[in-house]
Structure formats: structure tokens, C-alpha cells
């Protein structure tokens, strides 16, 4: 049985454990409460830079001794940004928990931010960039994003674009981790076979006198930005997206909103999957996923396909928005329960998983929330109450799609030519 016990160091610092005694790794994660929806134009993709920084050289550490102390283990160390959060994470054998946190609280507090190292990896971020930008399949959700959120920093790219990244210096890369990634925006979670007294025990000669402050993750609520956006390019294939608002991750129709997405497009037996590759043969690649952020929210539905079946399809998703409250049925309900519950359990069996679903309870809900609480609210979503939610969140008139290669107004559905 595992058990989750909370600490606050005395910097301010949140420290959330979850102890799995049958495990023989340890994850462990330092989060911050910021990400590209925080960022300013002058600065879009710091946050991003400043997860690479970390990892090249502390005062005690050269680059390449961080990667091989933690290989040396078998360990993984990493981190990756997104729009709302950063992480950096580690995860090794039970005994080795305490040259991770060392390392870990290394990188996160005594980087050097050395400029000639800075200027390399600005270099390789240009080339992250590139490699999206050759990718359709990874770029039109950024377009989609970009356009669904107009004019709003949630829709940025998190990776930022190239002139802002080549413009930027380290004064103002230092200037923004010092007011974001300070006490008041950290919480640390960590979970595998560990104890809650010697993860904090560990974590208190790097954290505890930490001086308290740092500025607030401030942010304003976006709105979406119903319309089609076409973005004409020279490619074997159109990649769209299609979406809508949804509620955001804390609101209470999140179950609902779970569900609906799972039947929608959340695996083969969907019915975008079921009615685009399945019986048609019209697209390789369709599903629908999800975007819930703390305070706005998306369902977006992705296909790929030719330019001569790129109406075909939009209208075939379309189609299946406006299907979705009328015919849902009450097996497909139940089939979904099902998948969602046994993809959440099988996908918690793991310490990093539970380490990062201790950070996403505390980023979300301010407290764990019990694996039988959930299971409880998914399977307390009636037919009725789904059917309902749908018909106001799949509505026509909330549609957003951007669509990537070679496409004009005239090939869009009827349903979009207004």
C-alpha cells in the first residue's frame, strides 16, 4: 500500500512523496509554475532555453560529468517545458536516490549559465526548431494552437521563434530565472521505494535556506478563436487540425470531457479511427486529443491525408462533432469507462508516473486525489449528462480548424465555406 505525506521546507517549498514499498526505483521531480504562457513577446522560448541550460555545467559539475554520473548509475536524468509547468526529473534504482537528488538540486540551483555554452545551445534549440518546422505532422499543432489561442500566449510555440531565440542574452535569461524559478513557484514530488523523511532529509541542504520570494506566474484566461485558417504549402500530404473549447483541467465536467474525447478518437476502436482509416481508407494517422489547461481548455482532432480527400475528411470529423450528442451510446459510454480506468491504472504502476501524478494533483487541485476518487467519478457519468455537454461543446459554431499544405477555400467542406 502506498502512502502520500507533504512537507513545506522552510524556503516555502512544497515536497510531496508517495511511498511504493514493492518498487525498486525512485523518481523524483523539481517543478516549476511556469512555462511559455508566461513568457513576453521579447522572450518567447526562454523558458524552454533555460531547461537545456541547466544541464551544461554547474560549479561543481562539467556538463559531460552530469551525464555520466547519472549514467553511470543507469539512471535517466531529464526535463522537458511546457506551455503551464517546467519539469526536471531523475529516476534510478532505490539506492541511488541520493545521487540523483545531489545532482538534480545541483543543476536546478548552482547552473553557471556560462555564456559560451549559452551561445552552443541557443545553436541547438535553432536546430529543434528546424526540425519542427520539417515535420508537418509536429507543426500544425503549434499552428493550430497559435490560431485557436490568437493573440494570447498560451498559443505560442514553446520552443519560440528563431530571432527571438538568436536575440536573446543572458542578462535577460538570468533576469527570468531569478524572478521565476525562485521558492514561491517550486514544488518537488518524488515517489518509488523511498521514505518521505530521507527524500526531505536529502532535499533540505539545498533547498531549506533557500531565501523565500520570486514573482507570481501571473496570467489572464484566454479565449478561442472560432474560423479556418489555411497554410499553403508544397507537401504530399494536408495535415489539419479540428477543434473546440473545452472547460479547463480543475472544472468538475472533466470526466465527461475524458470520455468524450476516448470515444471521439482515443484509439482504434474510435470513431474517428473506425470512420476515416477503417471503413474508408482515407487517412493513415486520426485521433483527437486533449488540452486542458488551468484556466481554458481544447479538443482537437488531427488527421492526415491527400489534397483530393482533404474535404472528405474534414467533413467526415465534422460529421462525427455534430453525430456525437444525438447517437452516443450507451455501450461506448461503458467501453470508454472501461479504457480510461484501465489506461489510468496500468500507466500508474510506474514511480515516475506516480511522481508525476503527485505534480499534476498539486498543479491542478492543490492535494493528491485518491485513484478511487477517479474511478469513482468516471463510472458516475450517466448517457444523459454526457449527451448534454456534448451538444454544447461539439457545437458548429465553436469550430476552430487550421489546415497545412496544398489547400484553398474551395476545397473546404460545406460546412466551413461560410
Known amino acids: ?116 555554452e549559452m551561445e552552443k545551445e541557443k545553436l541547438v534549440v535553432l536546430q529543434e526548431i528546424k526540425m519542427v518546422e520539417d515535420t508537418p505532422d509536429d507543426l500544425i499543432h503549434d499552428l493550430f494552437a497559435e490560431r485557436f489561442w490568437d493573440g494570447h500566449p498560451l498559443g505560442w510555440s514553446i520552443l519560440g521563434p528563431s530571432k527571438t531565440i538568436q536575440s536573446m542574452t543572458r542578462s535577460s535569461v538570468l533576469e527570468y530565472f531569478s524572478a521565476q524559478y525562485a521558492p514561491l513557484n517550486v514544488f518537488i514530488t518524488a515517489a518509488g521505494g523511498l ?22 506566474s501571473g496570467r489572464t484566461a484566454p479565449k478561442a478563436l472560432p474560423g479556418v485558417k489555411l497554410v499553403k504549402k508544397e507537401l504530399e500530404q494536408v495535415h489539419m487540425c479540428i477543434g473546440v473549447p473545452m ?103 510506474t514511480s515516475d508516473s506516480r511522481m508525476m501524478k503527485l505534480a499534476r494533483d498539486e498543479f491542478y487541485f492543490g492535494r493528491p486525489v485518491p485513484v478511487r476518487e477517479i474511478v469513482k467519478d468516471i463510472d458516475s457519468v450517466t448517457l444523459s449528462s454526457l449527451r448534454k455537454l456534448a451538444k454544447e461543446l461539439l457545437s458548429p459554431d465553436r469550430v476552430t480548424m487550421v489546415a497545412m499544405g496544398k489547400v484553398s477555400r474551395r476545397s473546404l467542406p460545406s460546412q466551413l465555406r461560410a
Open 195 to 216: 521514505s518521505h523523511r530521507s527524500v526531505v532529509r536529502l532535499l533540505k541542504p539545498f533547498f531549506e535556506g533557500l531565501e523565500k520570494g520570486g514573482t507570481p
Open 1 to 116: 500500500m502506498s502512502i502520500i505525506r507533504k512537507t513545506l521546507l522552510g524556503s516555502g517549498i512544497p515536497v510531496i512523496t508517495e511511498e511504493m514499498p514493492d518498487v525498486e526505483s525512485s523518481s523524483i521531480g523539481i517543478w516549476v509554475n511556469t512555462g511559455s504562457r508566461h513568457e513576453t513577446p521579447e522572450i518567447n522560448g526562454v523558458s524552454h532555453l533555460v531547461e537545456h541550460l541547466l544541464f551544461k555545467g554547474t560549479e561543481r559539475r562539467t556538463a559531460l560529468d552530469i551525464s555520466m554520473e547519472i549514467e553511470s548509475v543507469g539512471g535517466v536524468l531529464n526535463a522537458f517545458t511546457g506551455r503551464e509547468y517546467t519539469c526536471f526529473y531523475s529516476k534510478t534504482l532505490n539506492k541511488d536516490l541520493p545521487k540523483a537528488i545531489d545532482l538534480l538540486s545541483d543543476i536546478f540551483i548552482n547552473s553557471k549559465f556560462d555564456r559560451r
Open 247 to 349: 472547460p479547463p483541467q480543475p472544472h468538475p465536467d472533466r470526466y465527461r470531457v475524458y470520455l468524450m474525447n476516448t470515444i471521439l478518437g482515443g484509439g482504434m476502436s474510435s470513431r474517428l479511427f473506425q470512420e476515416i482509416r477503417e471503413k474508408r481508407g482515407l487517412a493513415y494517422s486520426v485521433y483527437s486529443y486533449l488540452n486542458l489547461c488551468k484556466d481554458a481548455g481544447a479538443l482537437t482532432a488531427y488527421a492526415g491525408t491527400s489534397a483530393e480527400k482533404f474535404s472528405d475528411v474534414a467533413g467526415l470529423v465534422l460529421r462525427e462533432f455534430e453525430r456525437f450528442p444525438k447517437d452516443v451510446t450507451a455501450s461506448e459510454l461503458r467501453n470508454a469507462k472501461e479504457q480510461l480506468k484501465g489506461g489510468m491504472l496500468l500507466g500508474l504502476e
